[in-house]
């Protein structure tokens, strides 16, 4: 079956581009998350969703990032003005309900590089 | 806040030796508590978890105890094999996030 897709796998930006990266969640999953990996580091949370609700954007690092889910389903984080310190893997995972004991699951990740 | 704190790696050992990864966390609420695997080229993917205190979580010989005691859910294996070669996070959600340690890279040489 399907699992959570996100492209692109790989990006490389200029310093102060913008740049927009895709989400595609497991179908009927209500809940979304996108979490941010730094080289040799754990995911940290960035922003979650429950349908098309925004609930927790806490985790966003500057008011340069944003994220959307028009639809309740497919979600864009994107970055505006990139910078060196925003390169990362950008992990996107869905799971049925926000319940805590619910499992996550992870897509492949994005790596942005910002040169 | 809620923070998840774990053994630092790599972590090398022989096949068929036995594998503890210490875990422990800090949480405000009654967490969930999980380990996820990342194989080389792969994504995260849940390996077990527990939802309250004393329950065990197993799959694939792993297990996990949720010690509420000790705050710890450390993960063990009896005899590992060159496949269980991976980095494992063991994560905590209290409140819809799951907060992450910072992995330990396990090495099985054969």
């Known amino acids: 079956g399907a699992g959570v897709s996100q492209s692109p796998r790989y990006k490389v930006a200029k310093r102060g581009q913008d740049v927009a990266l895709r989400c595609d969640p497991i179908?009927?999953?209500?809940?979304l998350f996108w979490y941010q990996q730094a080289l040799g580091q754990g995911p940290e949370f960035l922003t979650y969703?429950?349908?098309?609700?925004?609930?927790?954007k806490s985790g966003l690092p500057s008011d340069r990032f944003f994220a959307e889910r028009p639809e309740g389903s497919v979600s864009t984080l994107k970055i505006q003005r990139t910078q060196q310190e925003d390169s990362a893997v950008y992990l996107c995972?869905?799971?049925?309900?926000?319940?805590?004991?619910?499992?996550?699951?992870f897509g492949p990740g994005t790596r942005l590089t910002v040169l | 806040g809620d923070s998840v704190t774990q053994m630092e790696g790599p972590v090398t050992l022989s096949e068929e030796a036995f594998l503890t990864i210490n875990c422990t966390y800090t949480?405000?609420?009654?967490?969930?508590l999980f380990w996820y695997v990342q194989y080389p080229g792969e994504g995260l993917q849940l390996l077990l978890k527990a939802t309250k205190a004393d329950d065990k979580g197993s799959n694939k010989g792993f297990e996990a105890t949720y010690r509420k005691e000790t705050t710890s859910f450390h993960l063990e294996k009896g005899s590992v094999q060159v496949s269980d070669s991976a980095v494992y996070f063991c994560?905590?959600?209290?409140?819809?996030?799951?907060?992450f340690g910072a992995g330990t890279i396990l090495r099985v040489k054969s």
């Open positions: 994560a905590l959600n209290a409140g819809n996030k799951l907060v």
């Open positions: 995972a869905s799971s049925l309900s926000l319940a805590a004991y619910n499992e996550q699951f």
């Open positions: 179908s009927g999953h209500v809940s």
């Open positions: 949480a405000t609420g009654y967490p969930s």
């Open positions: 969703f429950q349908n098309e609700a925004q609930l927790d």
